[in-house]
């Protein structure tokens, strides 16, 4: 038995309230975690290079070859373990995350050691931030007014990256992400909220409108 079993439905830990209505269920995409949010590539290339260390400083001083290949060993199996921890920890964390649309609200259940749950209110939304990658995912950050706030470290890795004093929720490295984004938009203003903003940061185009929802579009920040 897990923690989450006691959830009435997966994702959410309350039934919700009459009126209000599930309309959309996702998760990160567990490779993406790996590449977009643990930084597995650019580990895998800090140990490469550590590893031919050795060697470079053998060839330089013409040293004895087998010391160099055994320290150059050693760092490479370092490096393959820690690789091999945060493909593991990136797994953990797409299937411990469940991102929610209710016609009221975004909620996010997250949290690989700490079960975590936040509401987010669509009145609460002042902008949608998405952020698409090559491997056609995408982050979608809620930029949040009002009295709600949270912290960096109680959002991480569901969070937008160096947004310290204004932490932005996240749903992070979506399959279709941009797709999600637009969809929360129409949903809001479905639900008569109004003046929230679509944000991409996939290329520069000029401002448009989708679905009456204005769509900004900009450079990679």
């Known amino acids: ?21 599930l309309l959309w269920q996702g998760s990160p995409e567990p490779k993406a975690v790996a590449r977009q949010v643990l930084h597995t ?14 060697l470079v400083i053998c060839a330089a001083q013409g040293s004895e070859l087998a010391p160099a290949l055994f320290a150059t060993a050693r760092l490479a199996i370092v490096g393959a373990i820690a690789i091999a921890i945060l493909n593991t920890l990136s797994r953990a964390i797409a299937r411990t995350t ?5 016609s009221k609200r975004i909620v996010m259940r997250y949290g690989v050691a700490f079960p975590l749950s ?21 982050d979608v950050a809620l930029s949040v007014s009002g009295p709600l706030r949270m912290s960096y470290l109680h959002l991480w890795p569901h969070c937008r990256a160096w947004r310290f004093e204004n932490a932005q929720p996240t749903l992070r490295v979506l399959p ?6 637009q969809t929360i938009a129409s949903t809001m203003m479905a639900a008569g909220v109004q003046g929230a903003q679509v944000r991409t940061r996939a290329s520069a185009q000029p401002e448009k409108q989708q679905n009456g929802m204005p769509i900004l579009t900009s450079a990679p920040a």
């Open 1 to 21: 038995m897990s923690e989450y079993d006691t959830e009435p439905v997966p994702g959410l830990p309350q039934n919700l309230p009459e009126g209000e209505t």
């Open 41 to 54: 590539k650019a580990v895998t290339i800090y140990f490469a290079v550590l590893a031919l260390v050795p």
């Open 98 to 102: 469940i991102y929610s649309m209710t």
């Open 118 to 138: 936040l509401n987010i209110p669509f009145k609460e939304i002042s902008a949608i931030d998405c952020k698409s990658y090559a491997d056609g995912t995408a």
């Open 176 to 181: 279709a992400g941009t797709e999600i984004a």
